[in-house]
C-alpha cells in the first residue's frame, strides 16, 4: 500500500476521533494562544545568510510580521520531552528524557484549567514526536498523530484482523478499531467528553475530511498528519491553548543531512499552512497569538557526537536558538536581539490567557502586547 493512502486513511480515523472530542460550555481565557515547537533545527540551517533558502516562509513571509527573538536559549535537558515541559512550565525540567513522568511543575494547561476554571477541550497537544507522551500535558488533550498509523499497521502484521491481504479497507478497520476501543493504550489521552453526537453532523464532517485528505494538499508524512489533525481541532473545537510539535527533521539521527534539511523545508511549509489557516478563522483571525520555536539547535559540525546527527553538547550550535511571535503579541513587529530563555515564554503567554504561572521562574517578555 502506498504511503500516501496509509496516511490518508490515518488521517480520516484520527479527524474522526476528533470529532466526538469536543467539551461542554465553560470560562475561556481572553486570548487564544498556538504554540508550535520544531525538533532541533541548527541556526545555520535556518536563520543563517546560507541556510535561509531552507525557511523561504518563515524568513520571507512572517518574519517581517513577528516579533523575532534572534538568541532564544535552552539552558536545560536538550531532550524533547524535557524542553516542552520547560517551555510549558516556565521552570528548567529534569524528569525522565521518554516521557514515563509528567513534568515536575504545573503547566499552561493547569494554570488554565485551574485559574479560569476551563474545560479540558480548551487545552490540546497535536505531536508527531513519540517522546512526548501524554504526560507532557496532564489535563489536555493530546493526540500522538504517528502513533495510530504505527498501532494500526502493528495489528494488521500481528494477524488481529481476519481479513485475508493488506488493503485500503482492511487499514481503515483497524484505524476505527484503535480509535474507538484502544486509543488510550497508543498513549493519547482524550480528556473531553463528546458534544458532536448527531449522527447527520458526523457524517457531514467525514465527509467533508474524506474529500480534505484525499485533494491534492493531503497528508504524505508525519508532520503533515500532524498539522491536518491540528487544523481539524482548530477548525472544530476552537480550543483556547494548542501545542502542535513537527518532528521530521529528527530524521537526522540517522545521519543523512539531505533528509534533515527536508525535514526543516517542511516544517517551514506547515508553519505557513498553520498561519494562514488561522487567518481564514473568525474566532482566530484577530485574536490569536503563535508561537514558532524550535526545542534546540543541534551539535556543530566535528563535534565527538557526530554533529548534525545529535542535540546533546553544551555548545551555542545546540543551546542558542530562535523565537518567532506573530498576531495578537506582535502588533509591533520588531527584531530583539537581546538574549532571552525559552522558559520566559510561559510567563508571557499566560499573562496573554489571564492567569499567573505562580511556580515559573521565567521573566515576562516586554515586547509582548497584552
Given at each position: 500500500?502506498?504511503?500516501?493512502?496509509?496516511?490518508?486513511?490515518?488521517?480520516?480515523?484520527?479527524?474522526?476521533?476528533?470529532?466526538?472530542?469536543?467539551?461542554?460550555?465553560?470560562?475561556?481565557?481572553?486570548?487564544?494562544?498556538?504554540?508550535?515547537?520544531?525538533g532541533g533545527i541548527?541556526?545555520?540551517?535556518?536563520?543563517?545568510?546560507?541556510?535561509?533558502?531552507?525557511?523561504?516562509?518563515?524568513?520571507?513571509?512572517?518574519?517581517?510580521?513577528?516579533?523575532?527573538?534572534?538568541?532564544?536559549?535552552?539552558?536545560?535537558?536538550?531532550?524533547?520531552?524535557?524542553?516542552?515541559?520547560?517551555?510549558?512550565?516556565?521552570?528548567?525540567?529534569?524528569?525522565?528524557?521518554?516521557?514515563?513522568?509528567?513534568?515536575?511543575?504545573?503547566?499552561?494547561?493547569?494554570?488554565?484549567?485551574?485559574?479560569?476554571?476551563?474545560?479540558?477541550?480548551?487545552?490540546?497537544?497535536?505531536?508527531?514526536?513519540?517522546?512526548?507522551?501524554?504526560?507532557?500535558?496532564?489535563?489536555?488533550?493530546?493526540?500522538?498523530?504517528?502513533?495510530?498509523?504505527?498501532?494500526?499497521?502493528?495489528?494488521?502484521?500481528?494477524?488481529?484482523?481476519?481479513r485475508a491481504r493488506?488493503?485500503?479497507?482492511?487499514?481503515?478497520?483497524?484505524?476505527?478499531?484503535?480509535?474507538?476501543?484502544?486509543?488510550?493504550?497508543?498513549?493519547?489521552?482524550?480528556?473531553?467528553?463528546?458534544?458532536?453526537?448527531?449522527?447527520?453532523?458526523?457524517?457531514?464532517?467525514?465527509?467533508?475530511?474524506?474529500?480534505?485528505?484525499?485533494?491534492?494538499?493531503?497528508?504524505?508524512?508525519?508532520?503533515?498528519?500532524?498539522?491536518?489533525?491540528?487544523?481539524?481541532?482548530?477548525?472544530?473545537?476552537?480550543?483556547?491553548?494548542?501545542?502542535?510539535?513537527?518532528?521530521?527533521?529528527?530524521?537526522?539521527?540517522?545521519?543523512?543531512?539531505?533528509?534533515?534539511?527536508?525535514?526543516?523545508?517542511?516544517?517551514?511549509?506547515?508553519?505557513?499552512?498553520?498561519?494562514?489557516?488561522?487567518?481564514?478563522?473568525?474566532?482566530?483571525?484577530?485574536?490569536?497569538?503563535?508561537?514558532?520555536?524550535?526545542?534546540f539547535g543541534r551539535?556543530?559540525?566535528?563535534?565527538?557526537?557526530?554533529?548534525?546527527?545529535?542535540?546533546?553538547?553544551?555548545?551555542?550550535?545546540?543551546?542558542?536558538?530562535?523565537?518567532?511571535?506573530?498576531?495578537?503579541?506582535?502588533?509591533?513587529?520588531?527584531?530583539?536581539?537581546?538574549?532571552?530563555?525559552?522558559?520566559?515564554?510561559?510567563?508571557?503567554?499566560?499573562?496573554?490567557?489571564?492567569?499567573?504561572?505562580?511556580?515559573?521562574?521565567?521573566?515576562?517578555?516586554?515586547?509582548?502586547?497584552?
Amino acid at each position: 500500500m502506498r504511503r500516501r493512502t496509509l496516511l490518508e486513511l490515518a488521517g480520516l480515523a484520527a479527524a474522526s476521533r476528533i470529532a466526538a472530542a469536543g467539551g461542554p460550555g465553560g470560562p475561556k481565557p481572553a486570548s487564544k494562544i498556538v504554540l508550535v515547537t520544531l525538533g532541533g533545527i541548527r541556526r545555520q540551517e535556518s536563520f543563517s545568510p546560507d541556510g535561509v533558502v531552507n525557511i523561504p516562509h518563515l524568513y520571507g513571509d512572517l518574519l517581517p510580521q513577528s516579533l523575532f527573538y534572534t538568541e532564544t536559549w535552552n539552558e536545560g535537558v536538550t531532550s524533547h520531552f524535557n524542553t516542552i515541559s520547560s517551555i510549558l512550565t516556565g521552570v528548567w525540567q529534569h524528569v525522565d528524557d521518554w516521557g514515563s513522568q509528567p513534568p515536575a511543575h504545573p503547566t499552561l494547561f493547569h494554570y488554565v484549567q485551574d485559574q479560569l476554571g476551563a474545560s479540558p477541550a480548551e487545552t490540546w497537544v497535536v505531536t508527531s514526536n513519540k517522546a512526548l507522551t501524554a504526560n507532557i500535558g496532564p489535563g489536555a488533550n493530546v493526540i500522538l498523530s504517528k502513533q495510530l498509523l504505527v498501532e494500526a499497521v502493528e495489528r494488521i502484521i500481528r494477524g488481529y484482523s481476519a481479513r485475508a491481504r493488506l488493503d485500503r479497507d482492511m487499514l481503515l478497520e483497524e484505524l476505527t478499531a484503535v480509535m474507538q476501543d484502544d486509543y488510550e493504550r497508543i498513549g493519547w489521552n482524550v480528556a473531553s467528553p463528546s458534544t458532536i453526537l448527531n449522527p447527520e453532523m458526523k457524517q457531514a464532517f467525514m465527509a467533508a475530511l474524506a474529500g480534505f485528505i484525499r485533494g491534492p494538499e493531503g497528508p504524505t508524512s508525519g508532520d503533515e498528519l500532524t498539522c491536518f489533525v491540528a487544523q481539524e481541532v482548530l477548525r472544530r473545537l476552537s480550543p483556547s491553548v494548542l501545542v502542535v510539535n513537527f518532528s521530521d527533521m529528527e530524521v537526522a539521527h540517522s545521519g543523512t543531512y539531505s533528509l534533515y534539511l527536508a525535514g526543516i523545508r517542511k516544517a517551514d511549509r506547515l508553519v505557513y499552512r498553520l498561519w494562514q489557516f488561522l487567518q481564514s478563522l473568525a474566532e482566530y483571525k484577530n485574536g490569536v497569538t503563535m508561537v514558532i520555536m524550535s526545542e534546540f539547535g543541534r551539535d556543530p559540525d566535528g563535534s565527538s557526537t557526530n554533529g548534525f546527527f545529535n542535540h546533546r553538547s553544551n555548545t551555542e550550535s545546540n543551546r542558542c536558538t530562535w523565537m518567532m511571535v506573530l498576531g495578537q503579541a506582535a502588533r509591533r513587529p520588531a527584531v530583539i536581539e537581546r538574549p532571552v530563555r525559552q522558559i520566559d515564554l510561559a510567563p508571557s503567554l499566560g499573562a496573554m490567557l489571564g492567569v499567573t504561572c505562580r511556580q515559573a521562574e521565567g521573566k515576562l517578555l516586554a515586547e509582548f502586547k497584552v
